[in-house]
């Protein structure tokens, strides 16, 4: 040390080289074909729910995720356990590639199961997701580990939405023991954490699974040793303290909605939540985020009937209370009279001055595309409910409640669909401004804000860029 300046050694050209050169890459397994029904089932939902859409646009269709991520990362991917000629076998699921491993089978896959309580259900599989937040955090810091619950509670929730489109109610788990099944897909090694498993009983596949293929990887030493970058497991480490699971006992799942919503009557019986279930499969496969809103007004019924998509139901075993409130601010109705400020898990109407243009820009870290918003919904917690949180039965934790607001935002997106109006996400928000443009609690805390209005497909998203503008850097 030279006064408050620190001196680095040189550094070897070999050993730099070292560090900067890719190990060898291991053979390719020979691959063949999907042949467990559980397994086609469950990648013929991942294609529908998750993995691709088709979006019309004036520019032609093109083939785009089924779901909405922060910074188009999509930090988290999937396994398969399932049956496999009557044995109990998992796989870990390649996306990109489109490929299936063969990871463990047998007395292996059975001891993680009745460890975790959990059970594959006959001729069904079970899906796992898994979240990897180096992807979200290496771009937005410590808060790409909230964005990235959000993101993994959109997929979850599109998956048991694909599910019960088919005709054959999915469930999804998140409160179980994980320690076994974690080691059983490597995941805390490879710097991955279990979010949650979604129950998929029999049923068909359609045909979206010939797509991939299966190899055999359960002899490790054939595989070599795990790489992982320094700098991950860096990352990885940070997140010591934050990635446990609090052990509850275990609920059975119960369809119900997510929120309270209340509409108070402002939409037909007809319209509230997201209609025919057989209607689903063709909104999942064609929504889309809107890039930038014009300012113009919209009906507010289509507000609404968008708003109600949050009564869905959906089958989870978390508790029917909750500490997550919705405040919908519906500042650019077509009509008057409708321009307030509604608490919808209360039903209270709070008319008077609402943001400008200005401060709706402000109040989304200056992304000025959004400014034209005719609407914005905030998902909020009392600060209190974050701090040890789930450590009772009848409460949540972080990662719950993050997962009820990605679920949630994933039906509005849905409901927007369905009401011909635009509908972005943003976790990047001023929160002490949104709670004075709000009214919201002193003490409450934003996790999501979802905007509508009309759309306008020539704006920028500036969260695909490099630069995470979305936090308001430069």
């Known amino acids: 040390m030279q006064g408050n300046l620190t001196v ?81 076998t998992a796989f870990r699921v390649d996306a990109d590639r489109r490929t299936c491993a063969r990871v463990a089978a047998g007395a292996a896959v059975t001891a993680a199961l009745d460890a975790s309580h959990l059970a594959v259900p006959e001729g069904g599989a079970l899906v796992v997701t898994l979240t990897r937040p180096w992807l979200s955090m290496r771009k937005y810091g410590d808060r790409g580990y909230l964005y990235t619950q959000l993101d993994a509670g959109h997929a979850a929730g599109n998956l048991v939405l694909a599910a019960t489109g ?32 979604t129950l998929l009983p029999a049923g068909p596949a359609d045909d979206s699974w010939t797509r991939w293929t299966v190899h055999d990887d359960t002899d490790r030493e054939r595989r070599g040793p795990t790489w992982r ?83 869905t139901p959906l089958e989870t075993d978390l508790p029917d209370a909750t500490a997550l409130s919705a405040t919908l601010v519906l500042r650019s109705a077509a009509e008057p009279g409708h321009d307030a400020v509604y608490r919808l898990d209360t039903g209270e109407r709070r008319p008077g001055r609402l943001p400008s243009t200005d401060e709706v820009a402000r109040a989304c870290m200056q992304q000025r595309a959004l400014a034209g918003a005719a609407a914005i919904l905030l998902l909020h917690v009392p600060r209190t409910s974050l701090a040890g949180a789930g450590s009772a039965a009848g409460t949540e934790n972080l990662r719950e409640l993050a997962f009820r607001c990605g679920a949630l935002g994933q039906l509005l997106y849905l409901g927007a669909h369905r009401a011909r109006v635009g509908v972005t996400a943003i976790g990047g928000f001023d929160t002490p401004l949104w709670r004075t443009l709000a009214g919201l609690p002193e003490d409450d805390e934003i996790l999501y804000a979802l905007l509508i209005g009309r759309p306008d497909d020539s704006g920028i998203k500036f969260d695909r860029l490099a630069m995470a503008h979305a936090q308001n850097e430069r």
Not at 33 to 55: I, N, Y
Not at 263 to 290: F, K, V
């Open 8 to 88: 680095r050694k040189p550094v070897p050209e070999a050993d730099l080289w070292d560090r900067v050169a890719l190990p060898s890459a291991p053979p390719e397994p020979p691959a063949g074909p999907v042949a467990a029904p559980g397994l086609r089932r469950a990648l013929s939902l991942l294609e529908e729910g998750v993995l691709t859409s088709k979006a019309n646009r004036s520019c032609g269709s093109y083939a785009a995720r089924a779901v909405p991520s922060a910074g188009a990362l999509y930090p988290y991917e999937f396994a398969v356990l399932t049956g496999e000629d009557g044995v109990p």
């Open 229 to 311: 970058s320094w700098l991950e497991s860096t990352c990885w480490d940070s997140l010591a303290g934050w990635t446990g699971h609090f052990e509850v006992p275990a609920r059975p799942t119960v369809a119900a909605p997510l929120a309270r919503v209340r509409t108070d009557g402002r939409l037909p019986a007809a319209d509230s939540g997201l209609g025919d279930a057989s209607a689903w499969s063709e909104l999942i496969g064609t929504r889309a985020s809107s890039k930038a809103f014009t300012g113009a007004p919209v009906p507010a019924a289509a507000v609404w009937q968008a708003v109600s998509a949050l009564t």
């Open 166 to 197: 088919r005709g054959a109610a999915g469930a999804l788990r998140l409160r179980f023991p994980r320690e076994s099944l974690s080691e059983l897909l490597e995941a805390n090694e490879n710097c991955r954490e279990i979010h949650s498993v």
